[in-house]
Every structure is written in structure tokens, then in C-alpha cells.
Nanobody
Framework: QVQLVESGGGLMQAGGSLRLSCAASGSIFSGSTVDWYRQAPGKQRELVAAITSAGSTNYADSVKGRFTISRDNAKKMVFLQMNGLKPEDTAVYYC???????????WGQGTQVTVSS
């Protein structure tokens, strides 16, 4: 059974840092690009950062220079280091991956990040 489980969210003051983790289990992760998305109240879900199996990364313009995505393939985990947090970063953050063998998409349950001004 494939699962993506996020952790590390919480309440932080503006300018602070948080590190989100995504733990994968089941027949996923190897060879997969893993993404972090976020969804703020009343807004569409948006891509924040992505990392390929080879370690290439991509970021939304709004987080470039502040957020860093990384992965540990041996532990089947992906991380999102968030520095310089802003109130507009407040959202539920989701881990996402597509299984290579069949193209099926998987989402985690989400973790809330709240940044106070």
C-alpha cells in the first residue's frame, strides 16, 4: 500500500523557519519526482517545489531563495526546509508523487503551516 505522510508543520512567526518531512512507503519513490504543493484558504492548490529522482529541483517564484527541497532516497523521504517564512506562506502543505510504473498519483494528508506577522 502506497502512503505519503507529511510532518513538521506548525505555527511560526514571520522570519522563522520550519522543516517539513514526507515519508513514503509502498511501491513508490524510486525513480519518482516528488513535489510539495500548498493550498491556502479560498485559493487553488499550487506547486511549491519539486525534486526529481536524480536530485534536480524546481521552485515556485514566490519561494525561491527561501525554501529548499531535498530527498534521501535510502530512507524514502523528502524534505522542505522553509526559511524566512512570511504570512503568505500560511497554507496546508501536501506531499505528492506519481508512481512511475502506472502513472498513478498519490497525495499525503497534508500538514498545516501557519505564519503569524
Amino acid at each position: 500500500q502506497v502512503q505519503l505522510v507529511e510532518s513538521g508543520g506548525g505555527l511560526m512567526q514571520a522570519g522563522g523557519s520550519l522543516r517539513l518531512s514526507c515519508a513514503a512507503s509502498g511501491s513508490i519513490f524510486s525513480g519518482s519526482t516528488v513535489d510539495w504543493y500548498r493550498q491556502a484558504p479560498g485559493k487553488q492548490r499550487e506547486l511549491v517545489a519539486a525534486i526529481t529522482s536524480a536530485g534536480s529541483t524546481n521552485y515556485a517564484d514566490s519561494v525561491k531563495g527561501r525554501f529548499t527541497i531535498s530527498r534521501d532516497n535510502a530512507k524514502k523521504m523528502v524534505f522542505l526546509q522553509m526559511n524566512g517564512l512570511k504570512p503568505e506562506d500560511t497554507a496546508v502543505y501536501y506531499c505528492h508523487a506519481v508512481r512511475r510504473v502506472d502513472g498513478r498519483s498519490y497525495w499525503g494528508q497534508g500538514t498545516q503551516v501557519t505564519v503569524s506577522s
